[in-house]
Every structure is written in C-alpha cells, then in structure tokens.
C-alpha cells in the first residue's frame, strides 16, 4: 500500500499508523475498510490458484486485519507475516503445537496465562518436555538449556512481572531455541517483541487490542518463513478461524487503538499512584510505577505500560466486599476494555495468588471518577 508519510510532522506516527492501519487504496465508491466478506468459498473456474478459494484457508477480511496488525507489531519488517485466529489460545496453541515435537523441551513461565498449565498437560501427553519458572528476575534463564523454544510472557498475567527480553532472547538464540513472547497485555503500542528479537509476537486481542469486550481473537506475527508455513497449516488443520465479522469488528477497532491505549493506560497510572496512599492495600503492582520491581526493565523495552493493576486486600472476604462496592468497575474477568473490569482472582484456582488478590483492568471513563469510586470501594469495604 502507498504508505502515508507517518510520522513526518515528527511525532511517533503511532496514531496515524493505527488509524490507517490495513486500509486498501482508496477506490472511487468504496468504503475506505470494505465490510466484512462473508464467503465459506469463492468463484474459482479452472485450477485451484489462491489467494481466495476456500474460507477455511484465507479471506480478504483477515487480509486486510493480517496487515494492519502486522503493520503495528512490526512495521517496516521485511519478511514479516501475520496471522489472525479465533481466539488467543488459538495462535498460542498454533505456535506450540506446530513447532514442538516429541522428544523436544519448551520452557514456558510458571505465572503466565492461567489456561497454560493444560496446554502443558497436552504437550506432555504428545511426549514434549515442559519445563517451567517465573517470569521475574529472568529467571527462565536457567531451565533453557536444550531448549527447543522460550515462550515469554512479559509483563505476565496476572501478577505483572518483567523480565528483559532482549537478554533472554539472546541466551535462547544461543541455544538454537526459538523465541516467543506473549504480547496481549502491553499490546504492539506497548511493546515490539520482534524488535526486541524475539521470532514469534503472540496475543489474545480479545483484550486491550480490540478494546470493547464483544470480539474473541488471537494473532501470530514472525519472521521465520518455515515456522510461520508451520504455524498457518496448523490453522488449517485446526481450522481455529475467526469469523468475517469478528475480523472486521477487530480492525474497527484497532483505529482507536492509540486513543484507548494512551488514556487507559494514563488513568492505570493514576488509580495506582492512589493506591500506593492506602494502608489496606498491600503488594501492589504496575510496571508504569517508578518504584514498581518490573519498572526498570519495563523502562527499557516497553513504550507504555499497560492498563492493568494487580494488590492484595487482607482476605478474601475483604476483596469481595471491594468488588461488591464499586460502581463504575463491572466485576468481571478479563482486562484492556473501554469499560473498567475488577476481580478477585483466587476464584479461578490456577493462579498463584493470595485469595484477596485483585486485578483491576483500567477503562476510559473519566480518570477522577474512577480514582473516587475505587477509593470510595476501600473505605467502605474496610471493616
Ligand atoms: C486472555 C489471554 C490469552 C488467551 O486469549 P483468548 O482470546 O481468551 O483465547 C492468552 N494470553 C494472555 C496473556 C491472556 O491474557
């Protein structure tokens, strides 16, 4: 596509790039993001050539959402190439199960994404070797060895720990072991893995990339021509495809994705500066806190910080009564939407938590409403 000159008036471009993300040429009576193609199959006369022949295969929806997400998490990279699924476990069981063997080891971190510990039970029943650690202090570092592949989830979910990409991405390529980083919570605003030099950026864009909490989706960008063939015949194989509808709704959305970023994200950065002031509130977490532990490394390799904040309250019963009092903050799982979310993750099992462990997902309404609801839930919660 005829690149718009980004950045030219000398910002970083990031808002223009996300606001054109994907968009075809401009043609004379067309939508400038054409709706969504609804077709199981396409005309196809004669032989089989692509690029649209089958609807399991390929549709120019997912195209034009392949290239603006690949446009955000690795723009300017030759070579490349993104993939959209149906959901985040989708692309993450994409990667790791078209590229682990029997007989290979990965090394996942112990505190990621609670539906990892089963995708460790099925690489261990196709006869892989998973080793496990915690995301802080790089600590993966130590089980790489012969390592086939690192999957890293920085900051990890829930517990918001850091660890240095590009320092573990180069002890894992001294190996021979490919990288992977989880990058659903920073999105591609908030962090590049590829430019860190990792060869696989995966992520949910059920959360913050899409924002509104009404689409399930997932994306796989590399660079690696071989691991990426691998990674879109196992979504055939698997047929893990999102909707027509879906994709179009998700690039509608990544329009707005800077704006979204950029003011939940600030207001995150509030409430846990609030936070910080309450005595109730104790092991709180948010990469953008000068005084956070993840703050350095995540000052180093990450352009924004992300709109979740994770603290424990003194008991169970304590976080339920906080969930019970607040008024702007749905208690709900997941995070990254326009719409505040909080909840007491302990309810799951799965995570390692303490049972008034709260994970607070920052939305877009006004930053002093939401600082007065949560503190207004504290005080009256206290007891
Ligand atoms: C939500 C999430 C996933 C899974 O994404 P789905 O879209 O729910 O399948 C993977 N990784 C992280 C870090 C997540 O938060």
Same mark, same amino acid.
């Given at each position: 596509m005829n690149d718009p000159a980004w950045a030219e008036g000398g910002g970083?471009?990031? $808002?223009t790039r996300a606001v054109r993300a994907g968009l075809p040429e401009p043609v004379k009576h067309e939508p400038a993001l054409p709706g969504p193609a609804f077709a199981a !199959?396409? !005309?196809?006369?004669?032989d089989p050539t692509g690029p649209y022949t089958y609807g399991r295969d390929e549709n120019p929806t997912w195209t034009l959402l392949e290239r603006a997400i690949g446009g955000l998490e690795a723009p300017g990279a030759e070579g490349a190439e993104t993939l959209v699924f149906a959901s985040g476990m989708a692309a993450v069981s %994409?990667?790791?199960? /078209?590229? +682990?063997?029997?007989? *290979?080891?990965?090394?996942?971190?112990s505190d990621g994404y609670q539906v990892l510990p089963l995708v460790r039970a099925q690489l261990e029943a196709y006869g892989v070797e998973v080793r496990t650690a915690p995301t802080g202090g790089d600590a993966q570092l130590e089980v790489l060895d012969g390592a086939k592949l690192l999957w890293i989830e920085s900051p990890s979910n829930p517990g918001?720990?850091?660890?240095?990409v590009r320092r573990l991405v180069e002890a894992a390529h001294a190996g021979g072991a490919l990288v992977a980083v989880d990058n659903t919570l920073a999105?591609?605003?908030?962090?590049?893995?590829? #430019?860190?030099? #990792?060869?696989? #950026?995966?992520? /949910?864009?059920? @959360?913050?990339?899409?924002?509104? $909490?009404d689409v399930l989706l997932g994306y796989v960008v590399g660079r690696d021509a071989a691991a990426m063939a691998a990674v879109r015949r &196992?979504? @055939?194989?698997?047929?893990?495809? =999102? $909707? =027509? +509808?879906? %994709? &179009?709704? %998700? !690039?509608?959305?990544i329009a707005t994705l800077q704006l979204r970023v950029d003011r939940q994200n600030a207001t995150a950065l509030k409430v846990a500066e609030a936070l910080r002031e309450q005595p109730e509130v104790t092991g709180l977490r948010y990469p953008g806190l000068p005084d956070d532990p993840s703050h350095k490394i995540a000052s180093q390799q990450m352009h924004r910080y992300?709109?979740?904040?994770?603290?424990?309250?003194? /008991?169970? #019963? !304590?976080?339920?009564?906080?969930l019970d009092a607040l008024r702007l903050v749905d208690d709900a799982t997941s995070f990254g939407g326009v719409r505040s979310t909080a909840e007491r993750r302990g309810r799951w099992g799965g995570d390692a938590v =303490?049972?008034?462990?709260?994970?607070?997902?920052?939305?877009?309404?006004?930053?002093? *409403?939401l600082v007065a609801d949560v503190l207004r839930a504290l005080r009256e919660s206290a007891r």
């Open positions: 970083t471009g990031e $808002g !199959h396409f !005309h196809l006369p004669g %994409a990667v790791l199960f /078209s590229q +682990m063997r029997a007989g *290979d080891t990965v090394v996942l971190p918001l720990d850091v660890c240095d999105t591609p605003l908030g962090q590049r893995p590829l #430019a860190l030099g #990792a060869d696989f #950026a995966v992520a /949910s864009g059920t @959360k913050q990339l899409t924002g509104h $909490g &196992w979504r @055939k194989i698997v047929g893990a495809i =999102p $909707g =027509p +509808m879906e %994709a &179009w709704l %998700a !690039h509608r959305s992300g709109c979740v904040i994770s603290f424990v309250l003194s /008991s169970r #019963a !304590h976080a339920d009564r906080f =303490p049972e008034g462990f709260i994970r607070l997902s920052i939305g877009a309404e006004d930053p002093e *409403d």
